[in-house]
């Protein structure tokens, strides 16, 4: 057997990246906490201001925490012939996965895992998400909650290649998969600026892998809420935070890749970073107001021809610029 | 004041309310969800959603035993009130708030439920013959002469079979010869049910799933079959739209169903999602007529429903909170809120996107089908008509239609037609063909249309 | 540290077999799927530890994809509903024992038996790129040549195994716009 080594740093030059010690791993999942609270309450006062009403005298921003107390009042559920393994190990895997993804994102100068293909890691990461929707919506035995999970896997088929060949544009452009060198490389003229269109696929993935609002269908109203049917209690507390720490994650991913990571003026990187997420979180939770549901069966074809082609358009044009340079 | 009583009262502040709609009881139904969100509560999708069960009117004995299996299924801390009176709903509402606190109650409803096991072994105590079990549709299972105990499922030896290249459509399961089957063969010791024993019956927890309609079963074609874990028989192949081989699994949709038409069952065979065969029932008989009750409010519930359906929350709300204000007593001027709806479902071309080409039907099959004349078009022809007809305020609107199309006034669809129309969808494009025509009840019968089952 | 990396490794390595064993242990084609994707995935975490990070982290993204999508077909090919029905996960028991207890032994003697060379001079900074020069540097043309004609066949697979031709879609002179198909698509082609 080799020698299992730290993991090593390559071509670690000019980026400023310091590791720190895995306790800060708490914070970090303290922070991602932090933006998931804020994204439901959010969400809470956007759903109440939308029907018009008080939302229970707050405006709708208590939602959260008036959901989270009656889940863990409301009793577990288990249905006739469940595969209850494979059921929870799905629900509860979303959070983890979120958590998995976070480690690799630079806050400002700081990083609890500084891998040389962070890039790969994230999209890793937000692959297992298929497979834990899946295993959510297989577990009850139930029809309309197996519907939802395959219906999630038509939305994969359709938005995870476009997803990728987003990430591979920002790659190319830093010369590496290391999120803080990809961050670094934006000195002066952000990514999103000039690679927009993987910059705006690479937000419906975000949206898609989270399963939210046009991308929501696998947990749609037409099948009972679909993946997440037969969830109750703590089971269902666990896998709808899951789908915010999941936002929350695609949202703060996306500062390094296309938002110059810490860079900005007067705040010091960390606060940029986590202003940067904040907005682009917001907006993700915005969007579900806005638009209705792509169908799967629809979306595919969208995702093959249109998004793929675009998105690999996009890829060549910065791989052209980057010959262009050198 | 204790922790758990601040948890109790938070919960209780963001309750989920299942509302079950009596046909008849349309009136109702939307006044207890008016009540709802005002209160700051939320609207359930399922059983597993809802901490509260509203019947609205007074349901049949069809419609109660499926209200039961609803409830059987909810997972506690569990309410369940009826509402009969309109002027009742804030009280009962008020009622069910004070009874989600009480603590002591629930641990003792939580003590007291029936395990899964218990509620399928009464079910299977019925009467089989009439295939009218209401909720549940267990029928034709043999609990009784079923030996689960000593059957060792797990020990089959499928050993020589090569299920790659097995037609299963072929195959025959009633005539299997169970009694061929290696029983003891070394796996004396397996878990039956293959490590499914993780689960715990005995508890209370478990929300039986059957009311919901997810399991149905279809007697003719599993009668004498006894390969079925828990009375669950497996699915059978047949050969789908594309020529494949696959499972058909039989569904039943309704009755209990958010934005689904009241009292009405769908007996599906689903192929994935595809909508292979429909028959639809009509619980407890022919509906009763509310006599022209707020047909604009109807029309306004209706593009609620769709909208929800196309998985748009808001512009959902915003119907739903029109709808509200045009029931509520004195009449606010909606004519504008309504002409600002329409517009806004106007500019969305993701909607457009989504509705386009949903079941077209022409003129002629409209004609033919005995529809009402705005059923022509897509999904979303449809859509702009209901929108158009509320916007234009018109109560009728038989609009450019003078040719004796008296369908219009009667806005009911026969159940069956409605079968008819679904197949062949898939599970999404099927409910949005059904919030799509726009109807205010269905009515049983056959011979009308049956020429057009063709 | 080391001692702490060493024992994840091992424990890794674990993992990885017993979830291997478990795919023909348990009855049911969703866990016999999933277990793999698991030992898939553990395999992946130790190759994280032999400094071949990008080869660890796409063979977990590929693998897991690939089990999700495997457990689709596995699910729609095979008949039987396994989350209800137990099912044996084994054909032809004895047989199978057999060549795999003969497989293992074979290999595991390969191992023992083969005469390993010491190691020469140190590893190269970025191992990953030694790894890819080893493997493909000679043979990047016959590689690049080799996809385009991997994913040729791929595509005709796909249209020669389809039941319905574009005649079925477009009609006879295939001038029929929109196209009949019973699921439409979403760009209106």
């Given at each position: 057997m080799a020698e299992p080594m730290p993991m090593p740093r390559s071509g670690a030059t000019d980026s400023t990246i310091v590791t720190v010690a895995p306790g800060w791993a708490v914070v970090a999942v303290a922070i991602l906490g932090a933006l998931v609270v804020a994204a439901a309450a959010l969400d809470g006062a956007l759903s109440a201001r939308a029907s018009g009403e008080g939302g229970g005298g707050s405006g709708g921003v208590a939602r959260p925490f008036g959901e989270a107390a009656r889940l863990m009042r409301q009793r577990r559920r288990t249905t006739v012939e469940a595969d209850s393994l494979l059921w929870r190990a799905g629900g509860g895997g979303l959070l983890i996965t979120a958590v998995l993804m976070v480690t690799?994102?630079?806050l400002g100068e700081w990083t609890v895992f500084d891998l040389d293909v962070g890039v790969m890691w994230f999209n890793a990461m937000d692959v297992l998400v298929w497979a834990l929707v899946w295993l959510t919506g297989w577990g009850p035995n139930s029809a309309h909650s197996l519907v939802g999970g395959y219906r999630f896997l038509a939305h994969g088929l359709g938005y995870e290649l476009p997803l990728m060949f987003a990430l591979v544009a920002p790659a190319i452009a830093a010369e590496s998969l290391n999120v803080g060198e990809v961050a670094a490389a934006q000195e002066g003229l952000w990514f999103a600026v000039w690679m927009p269109v993987a910059f705006l696929v690479y937000l419906l993935g975000v949206v898609a892998f989270s399963v939210w609002g046009p991308f929501s269908p696998a947990l749609g109203t037409d099948i009972a809420g679909g993946a997440r049917a037969e969830l109750a209690g703590v089971d269902r507390l666990v896998f709808e935070t899951g789908r915010y720490a999941l936002l929350a994650a695609g949202a703060a991913f996306a500062v390094p890749m296309?938002?110059?990571?810490?860079?900005?003026?007067?705040?010091p990187t960390w606060a940029w970073v986590l202003v940067k997420t904040a907005a682009v979180l917001a907006v993700l939770v915005w969007l579900r107001r806005r638009v209705p549901a792509f169908r799967p069966d629809k979306f595919m074809e969208v995702g093959w021809m249109v998004l793929i082609p675009a998105v690999l358009l996009q890829d060549l044009v910065v791989a052209v610029v980057m010959v262009g340079r050198s | 004041m204790g922790l758990s009583d601040m948890v109790a009262r938070a919960a209780a502040r963001h309750a989920h309310v299942l509302v079950v709609e009596t046909p008849g009881w349309w009136r109702t139904r939307a006044m207890v969800e008016r009540e709802v969100l005002a209160r700051g509560w939320s609207l359930a999708f399922a059983p597993a959603d809802a901490d509260v069960l509203v019947v609205c009117g007074k349901p049949g004995p069809q419609l109660a035993e499926a209200v039961e299996l609803v409830w059987h299924q909810m997972p506690g801390p569990r309410v369940r009130v009826g509402v009969t009176e309109d002027d009742d709903v804030a009280p009962c509402l008020d009622g069910a708030h004070s009874r989600l606190l009480d603590t002591d109650h629930h641990m003792d409803d939580a003590r007291q439920r029936p395990a899964a096991s218990e509620l399928l072994a009464e079910h299977s105590g019925m009467d089989h013959g009439g295939m009218d079990h209401g909720g549940m549709d267990?029928?034709?299972?043999?609990h009784g002469g079923m030996d689960h105990g000593g059957m060792d499922h797990g020990g089959m030896d499928h050993g020589g079979m090569d299920h790659g290249g097995m037609d299963h459509g072929g195959m025959d399961h009633g005539g299997m010869?169970?009694?061929?089957?290696?029983?003891?063969?070394?796996?004396?010791?397996?878990d039956h049910w293959g490590g499914h024993e993780g689960m715990d019956h005995g508890d209370g927890h478990e929300g039986m799933d059957h009311g919901g309609g997810h399991?149905?079963?279809?007697h003719g074609r599993h009668g004498d079959m006894d390969m079925s874990p828990s009375g669950i028989p497996l699915a059978q192949g047949g050969d789908d739209r594309d020529g494949l081989e696959m499972d058909v699994l039989d569904v039943r949709l309704g009755p209990v169903l958010p934005h689904w038409p009241a009292g009405l069952v769908l007996r599906c065979s689903l192929q994935g999602d595809v909508v292979t065969e429909a028959r639809a029932e009509l619980l407890d008989g022919e509906q009763p007529r509310e006599a022209a009750a707020a047909p604009l409010a109807r029309r306004l519930d209706n593009i609620a429903s769709l909208l929800a359906l196309a998985g748009w929350d808001d512009a959902a709300a915003e119907a739903r909170s029109l709808r509200d204000v045009v029931l509520a007593p004195g009449d606010d001027p909606t004519v504008g809120r309504v002409a600002r709806l329409r517009r806004r479902v106007r500019r969305s071309w993701t909607l457009r996107w989504s509705l386009r080409g949903v079941r077209p039907l022409s003129e002629d099959d409209v004609r033919q089908l005995g529809l009402p004349a705005h059923a022509g078009g897509d999904a979303y022809d449809r859509l702009i008509g209901m929108l158009d007809r509320a916007a234009a305020g018109d109560e009728t609107a038989s609009t450019g239609d003078a040719a004796g199309h008296t369908h219009d006034v009667d806005r009911t669809l026969s159940a069956d037609l409605l079968a008819h129309l679904v197949t062949g969808l898939d599970l999404a494009t099927a409910r949005l063909v059904v919030a799509s025509l726009d109807l205010d009840g269905l009515r049983a019968g056959h011979a009308e249309h049956e020429m057009s089952h063709g | 540290m080391t001692v702490l990396l060493d024992i994840a490794f091992w424990a890794l390595g674990l993992v990885a077999v017993l979830a291997g064993a478990a795919v023909f242990y348990v009855d049911s084609m969703a866990r016999a799927t999933y277990a793999l994707a698991l030992s898939f995935i553990a395999v992946g975490l130790q190759v994280l530890f032999l400094q071949q990070n990008y080869v660890g982290v796409v063979t977990i993204l590929m693998m897991v994809m690939e089990m999700a999508i495997m457990a689709v077909y596995m699910v729609m090919f095979m008949g039987m509903n396994p989350a209800l029905m137990p099912m044996s996960m084994v054909h032809d028991h004895r047989a199978a024992l057999g060549v795999a207890a003969a497989t293992f032994l074979g290999l595991a003697a390969g191992i023992l038996v083969v005469d390993w060379p010491e190691r020469r001079g140190s590893p190269p900074p970025d191992v990953t790129v030694a790894l890819g020069e080893a493997l493909m540097g000679e043979k990047m043309l016959v590689m690049a040549v080799i996809s385009p004609v991997m994913v040729a066949t791929i595509v005709a697979g796909v249209v020669l195994a389809a039941h319905r031709t574009r005649y079925d879609r477009f009609g006879d002179n295939l001038k029929r716009r929109p196209a009949d198909d019973p699921q439409a698509g979403g760009v209106g082609r």
């Open positions: 690799v994102i630079p296309f938002l110059g990571g810490g860079a900005g003026p007067l705040l | 267990h029928g034709g299972m043999d010869d169970h009694g061929g089957m290696d029983h003891g063969g070394g796996h004396g010791g397996m399991e149905g079963m279809d | -």
